[in-house]
């Protein structure tokens, strides 16, 4: 099993080496191209993609053609369209390799079926739906209740690698703001 995983997986939980060798055969390595898509929208979502090297971005596009940056995931972090992997159905978001990247990934089937048998990955699991969604709520509340240079702070304590790597136009889409927005506050700070 890769490094990062395995440490990933021991940050989470008591488990045995020999336990996690045992899962290694579920999943599988991708090496994909900067921009490559691994889901696009009106695609049903089958894997879980852990991120080893590089960086994803979950995004959808609205009516007007504006991109919606919903989550950034880096090294050492799960990135998937949780709804369409659930629910089966097609996504409404896209999933994009914003870096030259190396991931390992994991079908839906062989995922659940380790969460079912394997106390560890179900707690693993847990942990997962946990951590999406305080990310989650705390874009809410970021979005609901803080001005655009409070998110941009919020941001920048919370994923201090993303300005950085990221480009202005997608952490401006992440922040809901436009990028000659993003540039005026970056100024401010």
Known sequence: M??????????????EEEKLESLS??????????????LKEGEVC???????????RLFS?????FENTRYIAFEGKFGTSFTSLITGQPSIE?????????LLYISKEDFYF????????????????ESAYI??????????????L??????????PKILSRISHKIIASYLGITHYTLSRLKAQL
Do not use: M, W
């Not at 596009?61 to 053609?65: F, K, M, Q, T």
């Not at 380790?114 to 739906?129: A, D, F, Q, T």
């Not at 409070?150 to 994923?159: A, G, K, N, T």
């Open 2 to 15: 890769h490094e990062v995983l395995k440490s990933y997986f021991h940050n989470l939980t008591k488990i």
């Open 25 to 38: 055969p579920y999943f599988k390595e991708k090496k994909v191209k900067k921009n490559e898509f691994l």
């Open 46 to 56: 089958k894997f879980n993609y852990f991120v080893i090297s590089g960086c994803l």
């Open 61 to 65: 596009v609205n009516n007007e053609g």
């Open 94 to 102: 896209y999933i994009q390799a914003l870096e030259k990247s190396t």
């Open 114 to 129: 380790l969460v079912e048998n394997e106390p560890s990955v179900n707690k693993i699991y847990r942990n997962i739906l």
């Open 135 to 148: 990310t989650t709520q705390r874009r809410i509340y970021d979005f609901q209740g803080t001005d655009s």
């Open 150 to 159: 409070e998110r941009l702070r919020s941001l920048i304590y919370h994923q």
